[in-house]
T-cell receptor
Framework: NAGVTQTPKFQVLKTGQSMTLQCAQD?????MSWYRQDPGMGLRLIHY???????DQGEVPNGYNVSRSTTEDFPLRLLSAAPSQTSVYFC?????????????FGAGSRLTVL | GESVGLHLPTLSVQEGDNSIINCAYS??????FIWYKQESGKGPQFIID?????DKRQGQRVTVLLNKTVKHLSLQIAATQPGDSAVYFC????????????FGKGITLSVRP
């Protein structure tokens, strides 16, 4: 099993550009989520989904959009990138419809916004 | 909301010694706790978890202790190895129907040869 796959691993954007971080899991997990990790800030929840067609905001949702058209995929969109969005992004999934279970993380996507 | 904190940002131990990583939480109703390990350049990986009906749980070379009275948990690593060098996070979903995992800021464990 591949687990949680994130692409791209690295990306450099200019301020105002848009892009999509891809996340796919092959574990048939209902719950998927996006976190950002910044030095000294730990992991902060951006958006999450408890199943296909259902998404909701986490702790730091501003500047990001998500959709969940299939169980497997949960892309994260930056519509107009800002330097404050420079971070490492992790996609994570778990069984069940709750965010209270053990999460399986992807390897991360490092984004730099100039 | 739930807050989870690790006591010290860095910990340096000699190879072969035991390591103890501490974590405090704020919500006395929290009933489930998870420890993650994050190696450089990788995503966090599950190490061990514990529910509030237990005080101690052991895995392979790792033990988690939970003290609900003082809202504290610790991760003990026996015979620390170079491969244990990583950032360690404690996490808890807190309580409530819409609870989500809240992570501590992480502590960096460095193993000296």
């Amino acid at each position: 099993n591949a687990g949680v796959t994130q692409t791209p691993k690295f990306q450099v954007l200019k301020t105002g550009q848009s892009m999509t971080l891809q996340c796919a899991q092959d574990m048939n997990h209902e719950y998927m989520s996006w976190y950002r990790q910044d030095p000294g800030m730990g992991l902060r929840l951006i958006h999450y989904s408890v199943g296909a067609g259902i998404t909701d905001q986490g702790e730091v949702p501003n500047g990001y959009n998500v959709s969940r058209s299939t169980t497997e995929d949960f892309p994260l969109r930056l519509l107009s990138a800002a330097p404050s969005q420079t971070s490492v992004y992790f996609c994570a999934s778990s069984y069940g419809h709750s965010g209270a279970n053990v999460l399986t993380f992807g390897a991360g996507s490092r984004l730099t916004v100039l | 909301g739930e807050s989870v904190g690790l006591h010290l940002p860095t910990l340096s131990v000699q190879e072969g010694d035991n390591s103890i990583i501490n974590c405090a939480y704020s919500n006395s109703a929290s009933d489930y706790f998870i420890w993650y390990k994050q190696e450089s350049g990788k995503g966090p990986q599950f190490i061990i978890d514990i529910r509030s009906n237990m005080d101690k749980r052991q895995g392979q070379r790792v033990t988690v202790l939970l003290n609900k009275t003082v809202k504290h948990l610790s991760l003990q690593i026996a015979a620390t190895q170079p491969g244990d060098s990583a950032v360690y996070f404690c996490a808890t979903p807190g309580t409530g129907a819409n609870s989500k995992l809240t992570f501590g800021k992480g502590i960096t464990l460095s193993v000296r040869p």
